[in-house]
Nanobody, 123 residues
Framework: HVQLVESGGGSVQAGGSLRLSCAAS????????VGWFRQAPGKEREGTAE???????RYHDSVKGRFTISQDNAKKSVFLQMNNLKPEDTATYYC??????????????????WGQGTQVTVS
């Protein structure tokens, strides 16, 4: 039974930083695609960052150079370091787990399990 629990969201001023964490269980960590998605009110869910089993990372163009996805296999956790935050980064952020192959396009339909989300507000 896959479980994903996000934490680390909050309110921050523009230019600030936050680090999101996702505690994961129920699967072999490091063998599947792990991603962070976000959804702002009235908008579709958007793929933000992805970590594939071969260690490749992918980012949405809007966060390149500002966000970094990483994972700690020993702690079974995935992280999203977000720097230089902008008001347009305001959204609910979700951690997700998919299969063994990622297309590289950070597509929600490639992911099977989702956390409950954590809110990030940038003012």
């Amino acid at each position: 039974h896959v479980q994903l629990v996000e934490s680390g969201g909050g309110s921050v001023q523009a230019g600030g930083s936050l680090r999101l964490s996702c505690a994961a269980s129920g699967f072999t960590f490091g063998s599947v695609c792990v991603g962070w998605f976000r959804q702002a009110p009235g908008k579709e869910r958007e793929g933000t960052a992805e970590f594939s089993p071969n260690g490749r990372t992918r980012y949405h163009d809007s966060v390149k150079g500002r966000f970094t996805i990483s994972q700690d296999n020993a702690k079974k956790s995935v992280f999203l370091q977000m720097n230089n935050l902008k008001p347009e980064d305001t959204a609910t952020y979700y951690c997700a787990v998919g299969g063994r192959i990622c297309s590289g396009w950070i597509l929600a339909e490639e992911y099977d399990y989702w956390g409950q989300g954590t809110q990030v507000t940038v003012s």
